[in-house]
């Protein structure tokens, strides 16, 4: 029974040491998690990012996600909506400082920190103000703090890396937005005009010949369907009388097709245009050269009988 009791005020005694240690680390700032921003990510329509190199508004409208500060454009949809999904439900994993004079320690003063306002519809104020400093040892957390507060927390995640995005890198490089499986006729216009038309057996060529298999034509589809900018013209720029080549894709159920128009090239750079954004885009890929020289040829299609 001696044993017995030792063991057990040892236990108790050990117990007991646990709970002072933890009660004077949570009154000095010890780990404990907590929600610090819980917002529903689905009602926020406004997103402004304050760095110190200049700020940064996004705002969701009918249309989707736009950047409207410092440059009017559509915005990627999908960084946006990660970034406002990440933004929406921060987590502390505890208050690591109080003192005002450590701000720039963890980057969240004015020089440094990068503060996010986030807005639900009609507000006029943020519903949550975030200043975001630099990455906790590790790169797993990130030293934040709430706008007009000195606590700084220790958040989960890796949280200023997108918020480190210039402008430009915020915008959709999307040049158009289509499912190639919707895809049910394509026309080249160029060089050497072709028609393909999609049926049950594949695509036929519109001035009649074997239809093609559909695993031949969509790599093609694939990549017009997701055709990416690598840089913007934004300033006015002048048609061409004569594009090098007109791409158009009906897709099921629309009338009228989406334009692809390629107006120039140059050492490798295409200008393109669609049909309903007045914007000149500049991509690359060889594919665009041999759809211009030749769409058969590029799309490996059998020859004409």
């Given at each position: 029974m001696?044993?017995?009791?030792?063991?057990?005020l040892?236990?108790?005694v050990?117990?007991?040491?646990?709970?002072?240690?933890?009660?004077?680390?949570d009154?000095?700032g010890?780990?404990?998690?907590?929600?610090?921003?819980?917002l529903d990510?689905e009602?926020?329509?406004?997103?402004?990012?304050?760095?110190p190199?200049?700020?940064?508004?996004?705002?969701?409208g009918?249309?989707?996600?736009?950047?409207?500060?410092?440059i009017?454009?559509?915005?990627?949809?999908d960084?946006?909506?990660?970034?406002?999904?990440?933004?929406a439900?921060?987590?502390?994993?505890g208050?690591?400082?109080?003192?005002?004079?450590?701000?720039?320690t963890?980057?969240?003063?004015?020089?440094?920190?990068?503060?996010l306002?986030?807005?639900?519809?009609g507000?006029?104020?943020?519903?949550?103000?975030?200043?975001?400093?630099?990455?906790?040892?590790?790169?797993?957390h990130?030293?934040?703090?709430?706008s007009?507060?000195?606590?700084?927390?220790?958040?989960?995640?890796?949280?200023?890396?997108?918020?480190?995005r210039?402008?430009?890198?915020?915008?959709d490089?999307?040049v158009?937005?289509?499912?190639p499986?919707?895809v049910?006729?394509?026309?080249?216009a160029?060089?050497?005009?072709?028609?393909?038309?999609?049926?049950?057996d594949?695509?036929?060529?519109?001035?009649?010949?074997?239809?093609?298999?559909d695993?031949?034509?969509?790599p093609?589809?694939a990549?017009?369907?997701?055709?990416?900018?690598?840089?913007?013209?934004?300033?006015?720029?002048?048609?061409?009388?004569?594009?090098?080549?007109?791409?158009?894709?009906?897709t099921?159920g629309?009338?009228?097709?989406?334009?692809?128009?390629?107006?120039t090239e140059?050492?490798?750079?295409?200008?393109?245009?669609?049909?309903?954004?007045?914007?000149?885009?500049?991509v690359?890929?060889?594919?665009?050269?041999?759809?211009?020289?030749?769409?058969?040829?590029?799309?490996?299609l059998?020859?004409a009988p």
């Open positions: 001696g044993r017995a009791l030792v063991i057990l040892v236990a108790l050990l117990l007991g040491g646990l709970f002072v240690a933890k009660r004077m680390g009154q000095n010890g780990p404990q998690s907590q929600e610090m921003v819980a990510p009602r926020i329509q406004r997103m402004e990012i304050v760095r190199e200049g700020p940064i508004t996004l705002e969701k009918a249309g989707g996600w736009r950047l409207t500060a410092p009017d454009a559509p915005a990627d949809p960084q946006v909506t990660g970034t406002v999904r990440t933004m439900t921060l987590v502390s994993n208050v690591i400082s109080r003192n005002p004079g450590k701000a720039a963890f980057e969240v003063d004015a020089a440094h920190g990068i503060r306002n986030l807005f639900y519809a507000d006029t104020e943020p519903r949550a103000s975030v200043v975001v400093g630099k990455l906790a040892p590790g790169f797993t990130t030293y934040a703090t709430l007009g507060s000195a606590e700084v927390h220790r958040v989960v995640g890796p949280l200023r890396y997108p918020l480190q210039e402008p430009g890198q915020w915008r490089r999307a158009v937005r289509l499912d499986a919707r049910t006729r394509v026309a080249f160029g060089r050497k005009p072709l028609t393909l038309d999609k049926g049950a594949g695509w036929t060529p519109a001035g009649g010949g074997a239809p093609v298999p695993a031949v034509v969509q093609a589809l990549f017009l369907t997701g055709l990416k900018a690598q840089s913007f013209i934004d300033d006015p720029v002048e048609a061409v009388a004569k594009p090098l080549l007109t791409v158009s894709l009906w099921e629309e009338a009228k097709p989406v334009d692809l128009v390629v107006e140059s050492a490798g750079a295409y200008r393109v245009v669609t049909g309903t954004d007045p914007r000149r885009y500049l690359f890929g060889t594919l665009i050269q041999e759809l211009i020289d030749d769409p058969a040829r590029a799309l490996a059998p020859a």
